[in-house]
């Protein structure tokens, strides 16, 4: 009781803080609740986002040219691992998997899919865990001899700004040790239209995705959010070299949280996720302190890219 306490404080903590910067910024990781993993499964499936569908392709079009690169007795780590629906491509086809450790932070979720797991996959250790991979955390220890490979893919590691993609990468290095390896989605640069398009769907699913964010918070920490006067905006920011996705404001209102109340003037948006595109050259410099980039497979188009790293030692 009292840790869930502490808990909800620093998610007060941490909301309030976003709300008093400029702009004002929420964080992505609570768009998660069950309603916001099922809104990205949706996401993923809609014409306008290539970013799924050509990750599947490039995952299925090399399976064996990365099961060589990933080795024998492998323990397959996957922060954000959602509805491990890209996991089942590796799962079915790699026989060196052995345990499987999905992570996240929508425990119900997490839980109901390593369910579904177990019975798929009989043969291989699913161990979930269900908490914030950008705190410290501890891995299980059920297969101290095998290689730890982090799976990361969906270009998670676009949503994070320069200083936590270091120290993500840094954390990640410890994880996996000199024998280890990352197997990672990174999404490349590309024409303006096609970017933007992918993040304003005309179904209006990442608009509701990009709303249950403050639906999501009013259940968890009490705030008084109207996502009805709101509306849904991403757009490309060149000099960031990002997609930021906004919630803007349609009427001055108020919104209140534990005991502060904020003004949010008509027009002023809420910062709410990024998603960094990366030129292949960008992202090596960024890994360049851990890791060396080993292998990277693409799609004709170039649109996306699935790369192996391996530690520097
Ligand atoms: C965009 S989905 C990606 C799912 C999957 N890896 C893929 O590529 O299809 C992101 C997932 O990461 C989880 N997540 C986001 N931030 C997290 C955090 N800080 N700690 C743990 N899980 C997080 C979310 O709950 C969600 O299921």
Redesign the pocket.
Known sequence: MEETLTKTNTIIEEIVTGMKSTPKQLP??YF?DEKG?QL?DEI?RLEEYYP?RTERKILESNLEDMADKLGANVELI??????S??TRILLDRMDSIKCYVP????GD?LFKVADQLREEYPNIDIEPLA????RPFELPDTHPDARRIVFF??S?IGNFKLNTVQRFFSVIADIVGKKGGVLI?VDLKKDIEILEAAYNDSKGITAAFNKNLLIHLNRKIGADFNPDLFEHKALWVEERGRIEMRLYAKTTHQVKIDDHTFTVEKGEYIHTENSHKYTLEEFSGIVSPWFDVQQVWTDTNKLFSVQYLVPRI
């Open positions: 992505s990781k998660y993993s990205f993923t799924t996957e922060p954000g691992s959602g509805s629906e890209k992570i996240d932070i929508s979720y908490t914030d991979y950008t893919p969906g998670t989605g």
